[in-house]
T-cell receptor, first 116, second 108 residues
Framework: GAVVSQHPSWVICKSGTSVKIECRSL??????MFWYRQFPKQSLMLMAT?????????EQGVEKDKFLINHASLTLSTLTVTSAHPEDSSFYIC????????????FGPGTRLTVL | LAKTTQPISMDSYEGQEVNITCSHN???????ITWYQQFPSQGPRFIIQ???TKVTNEVASLFIPADRKSSTLSLPRVSLSDTAVYYC?????????FGSGTRLSIRP
């Protein structure tokens, strides 16, 4: 199947700093990418939908000025957590959707963010 | 997007067949049913997808009755490595909203 990578796999940062997480589709072009957040023992929560070349669509309750999403190419989307706080510590997962007939989603391995 | 209901947790033993049922009473005509598996600190992994009747692949089978208001994921002869959270999702293959999932624990 198609491969999606995330970088970094884990990151620790100080409160108040910004962190950028990259999501790449390695062997296919993804017109749409999704960003999820997952807290321990909980399900994945969709944060936003990112379409190449356009602004991201955020889910209700997700601050678009805090979680900046850029989808500049068909293989790369980035999530920047600005002015991170300890409550932003979570597991962030991206997925990429193929533009083929089946529109399947393929998930990245996730990024563990810890804000001190 | 159709809401799904599945058991919070299930236990079984190695070598057994495990069936996880998901209810989706308000499934729409163009909705597909997809199951994902997730291990701790990893992204979800696609298991199987279907629209109606039965679908089988190398790891699982998916049974969907005629009214499509429920579906059953069947894992044959589970092993310890099948311990994970299993998510049932219903949608038109675009935006995916995850439910609570079923935490499956396999014992020796």
């Amino acid at each position: 199947g198609a491969v999606v990578s995330q970088h970094p796999s884990w990151v620790i940062c100080k409160s108040g700093t910004s962190v950028k997480i990259e999501c790449r589709s390695l062997d296919f072009q993804a017109t749409t990418m999704f960003w999820y957040r997952q807290f321990p023992k909980q399900s994945l929560m969709l944060m936003a939908t990112s379409n190449e070349g356009s602004k991201a669509t955020y889910e209700q309750g997700v601050e678009k000025d805090k979680f900046l999403i850029n989808h500049a190419s068909l293989t790369l989307s980035t999530l920047t957590v600005t002015s991170a706080h300890p409550e932003d510590s979570s597991f962030y997962i991206c997925s990429a959707m193929t533009s083929g007939g089946y529109n399947e989603q393929f998930f990245g391995p996730g990024t563990r963010l810890t804000v001190l | 997007l159709a809401k799904t209901t599945q058991p919070i947790s299930m236990d079984s033993y190695e070598g057994q067949e495990v069936n996880i049922t998901c209810s989706h009473n308000n499934i729409a005509t163009n909705d597909y049913i997809t199951w994902y598996q997730q291990f701790p600190s990893q992204g979800p992994r696609f298991i199987i997808q279907g629209y109606k009747t039965k679908v089988t692949n190398e790891v699982a089978s998916l049974f969907i009755p005629a009214d499509r208001k429920s579906s059953t994921l069947s894992l044959p002869r589970v092993s310890l490595s099948d311990t994970a959270v299993y998510y049932c999702l219903v949608g038109a293959r675009t935006k995916i909203i995850f439910g609570s999932g079923t935490r499956l624990s396999i014992r020796p």
